[in-house]
């Protein structure tokens, strides 16, 4: 294979951002280009190139890989689509929404010979590399967590849970990826929710328990504000904490005094601070390569039960273990 | 009465603070002090007068109203001497350690005439003042809450649970009384510990959920770091972020942007941005006034309350709901 | 004019970010592209459109406004050529090099009857725009300004005075046009340098006395480090300052206590929180009304007349004074 | 000598810092008080005990060392009195007002066979006396200082030149002292000075430019605001910014990227924090081993020099140039 022919399905904002990387990818070239919306293609075709398809098979036709970056709820269909037509896929997070189309997903993914990955950029994001590394070198005893929102009114489908599929698959579910990413498998969780300004639950508190003993506060607002960070990890090991502020900066407080250490991503772009090259580079690397891409269909389906899981225990009032 | 004359019983660093403060008070002396240590309660007597008592008796004699600034464990048997003995009572926290003693104190200082008070100083801490004055005129969704130290070495007996009781009877029950003075009563909780650097749980994930459906997180290390802020209060209000940091800062994010106020103490002395000459004042208040004090003893009982069932629930394993 | 006819000369770092922009704009096309290594100018073409010219006066022939978003040297002799051949013009900062240079280039754009626009961005960039709000409502005491670099060394070109021009013309030039469109003109000028790291003077001590009777001090630095924030404005009014960090953030702290509040540009993509967006969008607002651009060929002088007599003053050890 | 016997004349807010300090000090006693305001002088020897004194003579005659705490304009006349008493001398800053006094109190100290030892607390606060350290083992180019004040208003003698000898006299002869301290000797300054709010100038852009070569800009406002920090000094190295922010914390950012160091002496007591405990014991040092104090009266003569040269420079319109 000379250069991989990237096919984007859905042309909207994720995928002119993975479409502009790939533009500058010399592995790589925007071949194929197809939204229902045919001016959106038409519009990404004009700043990087591609043939806009008036339909996912002409894509199909025109391309080895491709990204499914369009509305959560079509994601299953789509990704098994191209699974089925044998291609390399690149789905955007969520994996998929609900049990059941997850579980579906996971078993198409799984029997297909390519490559098959699923966008959570954050595990990529340099904070987030770092994080994971300066852990594999202490012992993390508990953690506290928060992923908000300032509102669900920009873009306006954000509230609406016919497109989000429910307020944590938007962007709390990074977190829950993340989790795992960092502290390992979840062997119980607790959850509250309760729901004020949009038509679905919008505030949660949650404890996950891991199977390494691990425990963490994780706390979710739909509509809190976007003061930074509204994203924070905060780890605490022996007599030290390691915070994360979103993706611009991670503070390690090691010792027994208030002295920090500052990592800043601030003079990073942002499609590199976010993770966003690494983890098309990643991708093209699976497909290079043959190997395994860093985020799998089952990670990408955990992350998935995760979030049905904090649901079902908020519905219920109980406790969920995991086996 | 002219002036109240204070007894102080307990002459450590705690005690030195408030018989500083009274030693500036016009409306107080300071006229009696007593220590095990001898030595200790000469220091002060030198550097802000009173008369050094051989015996509680002794003391009792020669004041109107008493500070059980004692450890921890001594304080149900203390307190309990002093209201028989008629005094005004000022019990620093925790009220108690265990349920059993603190029934036994809340029983003696309901039926006693006089002043009972309990030393829960950030009630009065310009910043939390301010939070509850911010919250009264908006509705909290949720909230975020951590209440760290660095470590369990300086004192030393931070580390002892018999003279603690247990860590979270340390400092996290300042914060435990301070959700009740912000939010109302507690309706339910689950709690997650474990145990790392010291010889008892060091590590706490918990959730509390309030009768008025309000839930937070609640994360508590004994030994992450001192880094500013180890104790953070984060409220989600509808499109609004109030944080509180220690006791120096509170930040307002308000709106759907990213901006933000910052109201800051950084300018007042310390003595009065933790409370403590807000609470001495209120003290002298209700002991001249004759009015309910502001921080009860069923205050001081309701958060050894919830320091005994947050044990209870990790030992358990299950959910406590309060009546 | 249906469309305007950008033509870029210079397709480097800045010159695409143009292009980006102006790929975006229903009011403007790019329509021609000139860089001297015709492969960066295909690169461009290929991800904004636009027709590769083998020649500068091919470009004019394709184009109604031209950008010179070439090194700084040349900038007198394009923008000359531009202006000779009828065009609107918009040249980056800065505006040229040496009083000699900026003399003539001044004459050709004052001579011109079109468009002339020189690249000083940072006069749209919202926490600029703000700055400029606020102090219109309140009066300015004095102010205490710098502008670092942490290396000279990304780009290599950033040390060589041969492209450059000098230190001063590189990122500090910016800010002394700032000074002017927040303070007025300058009266007087003193100021100290010296040298490190780079074969010229890197690091400078400067106060600007201004007509109006305000003066400020600034600050310097080639190779201080990329510490947030290496860009600070503060502005000291009656019992306020008002304080710039780079352009992510304004902190207004009125009246005598330590409060403040923080208005944050990071959620703002960074073209317009620089800017870019809006510069690019006055000058095609002057093209197609026909009024003077909000950045003049004036301004461009003088910002070069601020860079060269800071030198002198620093050869010479004597004050400068301006007409 | 068995305890130092201390004198204090002045019982104003600094003198009862300093009384607190020697009252905890086991190498020296509060022995004798004196103010002009006998019931001030009762209330500090009720607290810190000593001998209320009717006179400076009954003063003498009950210390061995006296603390001049007194209103700047009376240090040259109380401070010549205790050394022509055979007194030790700690004046507190500035050491006198006016270029007259200075030098006639200079020749007093240099003549006194006993310890003369000037308050310029701030080089003992551990953050100045960390920055040395690291100057000491890396090239400082230039520095950015500020030292602003919110008002001038409490207490309201802040604003009367006739008790504080004008505004640099007040806090910013400490940074004026702290330069000398950390770069140098000083060869040349140039300065601007304007009134706006205070019957006197009030706001200042200085460089100072140091016999090393070392150069840096210094503003002061008298009315900008109490923001944190409102005591800065930004040094530039070789690709590193060093920055304190008031007495509460040093970062240091190396290297070139935006990465940094934070130290905090938040935790640490005010007292010690800003260096008050450090220069007492420094002071009992110099008394009980007969070396030279860390601060000399020519230093004290030193910044009182610069204040003077400041406002001359800006009278004349001159640079000044020091021999």
Redesign the interface.
């Known amino acids: 294979m000379s250069k991989v022919r990237i096919g984007i399905i859905g042309t909207g904002y994720i995928g002119n951002v993975h479409a502009?990387i790939y533009?500058r990818e010399s592995r790589a070239e925007v071949a194929a280009l197809y939204d229902i919306v045919p001016e959106k293609a038409r519009k990404t075709a004009?700043?990087?190139?591609g043939k806009v398809c008036g339909s996912r098979e002409e894509l199909f036709e025109n391309c080895d890989a491709v990204l499914v970056t369009t509305p959560n709820k079509t994601h299953t269909e789509i990704a098994s689509h191209a699974v089925a037509e044998g291609k390399h896929v690149f789905c955007e997070k969520p994996f998929s929404i609900g049990l059941t189309d997850a579980q579906k997903l996971l078993a198409v993914a799984e029997s297909s010979a390519k490559v098959f990955q699923v966008g959570h950029n954050r595990r990529f994001a340099p904070v987030y590399v770092k994080l994971k590394e300066l852990l594999s070198a202490d012992?993390a005893?508990?953690?506290?967590i928060?992923m908000?929102r300032?509102?669900l009114?920009?873009p306006v489908w954000t509230g609406d849970t016919n497109v989000t599929g429910g307020f944590l698959y938007e962007t709390t579910i990074h977190l829950f990826d993340m989790m795992r990413f960092q502290f390992g498998e979840i062997a119980e969780l607790?959850?509250?929710?309760?729901q004020?300004?949009y038509p679905e639950l919008?505030?949660?508190?949650?404890?996950f328990?891991f199977k390494s003993?691990?425990?963490?506060?994780?706390?979710s607002?739909s509509?809190?504000?976007?003061?930074?960070p509204f994203e924070r990890i905060?780890v605490?090991?022996?007599?030290?904490?390691i915070?994360t502020e979103e993706m611009e900066r991670l503070?390690d407080?090691?010792?027994?005094?208030?002295?920090?250490?500052?990592?800043?991503?601030?003079?990073t772009e942002?499609e590199e601070r976010w993770g966003y090259v690494q983890e098309d580079k990643a991708f093209l690397d699976a497909v290079l390569n043959g190997n395994q891409p860093p985020v799998t269909a089952l990670d990408g389906f955990k992350s998935v039960e995760l979030v049905e899981k904090v649901y079902q225990a908020i519905r219920t009032g109980e406790?969920i273990c995991f086996d």
Chains 1, 2, 3, 4 share one sequence.
């Open positions: 502009r533009a004009a700043s990087v190139g012992k005893h508990s953690a506290h928060k908000n300032g509102e009114l920009n607790v959850a509250y929710g309760s004020h300004e919008d505030e949660f508190s949650i404890i328990k003993g691990f425990h963490c506060t994780f706390a607002s509509d809190a504000s976007w003061h930074f905060e605490f090991c022996h007599h030290r904490t915070m503070l407080s090691k010792g027994i005094d208030a002295n920090f250490e500052t990592l800043s991503w601030q003079m942002k406790k």
